[in-house]
Structures are given as structure tokens and as C-alpha cells.
């Protein structure tokens, strides 16, 4: 049955203590990272891992600057540790493609014990188009990520040969939207007026009015739903990696919400979108946590070993999949964790990349 090991982990725990409660599942493991931001919560995932002797870290992220600067700041910390920065762009293929053949290359690091999908973009104001043709929040979030893990999954697989069952991980970091939203199947390049959408894709309203929007049904493209859609699409993920490599390789994937942290995600967010995000603070609908402890989740998910294969609990497909505050979480949504939905999501991502992935 899949728990914690520590129940008193919480949304004040930090990063470094998770990472030195479970410090064996970290020693000479190779770790990668994407969106390693000085400033967000991959720096303090980062951080986290570098402090219990990984073989070697793997700095994915699309600007070297900030990933240099990051390497520095540990490397002052943590010598020993090999940093290895990768360029990916996540929001473009091409650029995702050879950030993988440049990992995939590198013979003198054959395995990938564990990835951390945690880079992301929110709040684009208006609907804005990756190189590719998609919404660039879910084309960031959860196409590139798709893409880039099954690119670099033959050395996923190579590590799980040698590791016990169930400790060869991937984890998405996803949000609370996967509580809220809905994904938007039948128009993912909002051609639609969204009260035109059918009733169960129809996104809700009032969150979205609380974000700042005043006429959310007259819209097709909201931002919060465009980021919604790659959130909800990162839990599903998980449930299509579980159910397609947990019992033939022993790969296990989990989203984690990381909790409220004020970083520069929402650094593009218009004024509105601001406005409202101050308001929601203010009134206490969330507060804010510290950058380690918005990583502890992240870690919480790749290294406690009593995590198990999701299951079927209370009437809810995969309970196990989503955690937040270090815990396992059962407040995602049916469509958010059912596998149908991630097999169908699994086909949609197949087609945008245009490969199929088997393994
Ligand atoms: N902060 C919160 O309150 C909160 C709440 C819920 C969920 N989350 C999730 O937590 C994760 C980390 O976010 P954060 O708050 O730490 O935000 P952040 O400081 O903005 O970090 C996001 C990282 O993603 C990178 N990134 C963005 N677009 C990219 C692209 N196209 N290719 C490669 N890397 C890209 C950024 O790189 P650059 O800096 O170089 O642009 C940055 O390193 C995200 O998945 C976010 O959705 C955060």
C-alpha cells in the first residue's frame, strides 16, 4: 500500500531534510532538474540533492546564464558534486530534441536515476503560440516535458535495471490546478468561445473571475487555463508513465503541487492577473512558503522508498500520484488522475511531437 515514511513532514518541512532523511536514495545517483531558476523552487530542489552526494546533477534549463549562476552558488556549497548544465528550451522541439541527444550522448553518464520535471511557465497574458503551433504554456509545461522524458528514457531504463523496483523515478511538478481545472479536450487550440465548450470542459468560472478575468465565458483562451491544461496534463502523465513502465521496469512517476512560493513565475502575468494575485494574499487564500520548503514535496516524491505503484482507493483511480505538503493528496479530480484520460493525453502528446513512444 503506498504512504510516506514521514507522516510529520508537512508545508514548513524543507528540502535539505527530506534529502538527509532519505540520503542513500541520493548517494552516487545520477539527478536531473529542469527550470533551475537562482530564484525558484528548482534551485532549492537542486540544492536539496546536492547536499547528499549525487553522482552527477544535470542543470536542465533554457538560460546558461542562470543555470551557471546556480552551479556557482552550489558548487561554493557542495564541491564534490558533478554539475553538468544542459540548454533546453522546452517550448520548442527542436530545441528539446537536441538537448536530449546532447544528454543521451554523454557516455560517462549511462543512467538517469531521477528526474524532476519542474520547469514552467504561468500567466501568459494572451494566447501566445510555441514555434511549434501550441499554446505556449502547455506546449512549456507539458509537451516539452513529454517530449524530452521519452527521449532520454533509455537511460531512465538503464538505471531501473540496476535499481530496486519502484526507486527509479520521474516526477512532474504540477499545482493546484489539477483540484480545479479541467483539461479541454475537444478544443486544445481555443478556436472556442468557452461557454460554447461542452458542460464538462468548460473551465470554472469563478476561479477564474477571481484571477482578474470579468467575462471568462465570452473568452476562449484565459490565461490560467492555458496554464491549467499543461498542469493537469503533468498528473496525467504520471498515470500513463506508471501504468506503461512500473510493472516492466519498475519506474515509478509521481506530480507533486509544491505549495505557494513567491518566485518569478507569473513574471509575464498582466496587471490584472497581478492585481488579483496581491488580493488572493492579502486575504489569506494562500500563503507563501520558502523556496526549500516549496522543493521538499519534489523530494519528498523521488526518494521516499515507501511510495508505491498508485491504486484504486475510496472509489478514486490512482491515489498516490498526486502529493502536496510533503503528503500523499487525494483532492486532484477524477479527470485530473484517471487513466483513460492520461492514455488519451499520452495518444494527443504523440501527435503534437509527432513520434510515438513505446518502450
Ligand atoms: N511558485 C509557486 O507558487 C508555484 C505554485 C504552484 C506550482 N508551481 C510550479 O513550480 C515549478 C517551479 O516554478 P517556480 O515557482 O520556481 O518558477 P520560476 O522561478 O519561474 O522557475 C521556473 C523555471 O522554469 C524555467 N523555464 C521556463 N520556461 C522554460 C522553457 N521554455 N524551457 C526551459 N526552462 C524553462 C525557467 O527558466 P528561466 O528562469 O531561465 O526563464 C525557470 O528556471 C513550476 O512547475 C510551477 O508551475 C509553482
Not at 527550470?35 to 540544492?47: D, E, H, R, S, Y
Not at 549525487?54 to 564534490?80: C, F, G, N
Not at 490560467?224 to 501504468?243: D, P, R, T
Not at 495518444?347 to 503534437?352: A, H, I, P, V, Y
Request: proline content about 6%; aromatic content about 8%.
Amino acid at each position: 500500500m503506498t504512504a510516506t515514511t514521514h507522516p510529520e513532514f508537512n508545508d514548513k518541512t524543507e528540502a535539505l531534510e527530506v534529502a538527509k532523511a532519505f540520503a542513500e536514495g541520493v548517494h552516487g545517483k545520477t539527478v536531473l532538474v529542469t527550470g533551475v531558476n537562482p530564484k525558484g523552487i528548482g534551485f532549492a530542489t537542486c540544492q536539496a540533492f546536492a547536499s547528499q552526494s549525487p553522482a552527477h546533477l544535470i542543470l536542465a534549463s533554457r538560460t546558461l546564464s542562470k543555470t551557471q549562476e546556480t552551479i556557482d552558488t552550489l558548487k561554493a556549497q557542495y564541491p564534490d558534486v558533478d554539475y553538468r548544465p544542459l540548454i533546453l528550451n522546452l517550448s520548442s522541439q527542436k530545441s528539446v530534441r537536441e538537448a536530449a541527444a546532447e544528454f543521451l550522448s554523454w557516455s560517462d553518464v549511462p543512467t538517469l536515476d531521477i528526474v524532476v520535471n519542474n520547469a514552467a511557465v504561468m500567466n501568459i497574458p494572451e494566447l501566445t503560440l510555441s514555434e511549434d503551433g501550441i499554446e505556449i504554456q502547455f506546449a512549456t509545461n507539458h509537451v516539452g516535458h513529454f517530449l524530452f522524458t521519452s527521449l532520454v528514457m533509455p537511460k531512465i531504463i538503464k538505471a531501473a535495471e540496476r535499481n530496486p523496483k519502484g526507486l527509479t523515478r520521474v516526477i512532474n511538478v504540477t499545482s493546484l490546478s489539477p483540484t480545479m481545472g479541467v483539461f479541454r479536450w475537444s478544443d486544445i487550440h481555443y478556436q472556442k468561445k468557452n461557454k460554447d465548450l461542452p458542460e464538462e470542459e468548460r473551465p470554472p468560472f469563478d476561479i477564474h473571475r477571481a484571477w482578474g478575468e470579468v467575462d471568462p465565458e465570452e473568452n476562449s483562451y484565459l490565461p490560467l487555463e492555458g496554464y491549467n491544461q499543461g498542469k493537469i496534463g503533468n498528473v496525467l502523465f504520471s498515470v500513463a508513465l506508471n501504468n506503461k513502465l512500473y510493472e516492466k521496469y519498475g519506474i515509478l512517476s509521481m506530480a507533486v503541487h509544491p505549495g505557494m512560493i513567491p518566485t518569478e513565475l507569473s513574471r509575464e502575468a498582466a496587471p490584472r492577473t497581478w492585481d488579483a494575485i496581491k488580493r488572493m494574499a492579502e486575504s489569506s487564500r494562500f500563503s507563501y512558503r520558502t523556496q526549500g520548503a516549496g522543493a521538499s514535496t519534489s523530494l519528498t516524491a523521488a526518494l521516499d522508498p515507501k511510495l508505491a505503484m498508485p491504486e484504486s482507493r475510496d472509489g478514486k483511480e490512482n491515489y498516490g500520484v498526486y502529493l502536496m505538503d510533503c503528503q500523499i493528496s487525494d483532492k486532484a479530480l477524477p479527470g485530473s488522475v484517471s487513466s483513460e484520460k492520461a492514455e488519451r493525453l499520452w495518444k494527443l502528446s504523440e501527435e503534437l511531437v509527432k513520434e510515438k513512444f513505446d518502450w
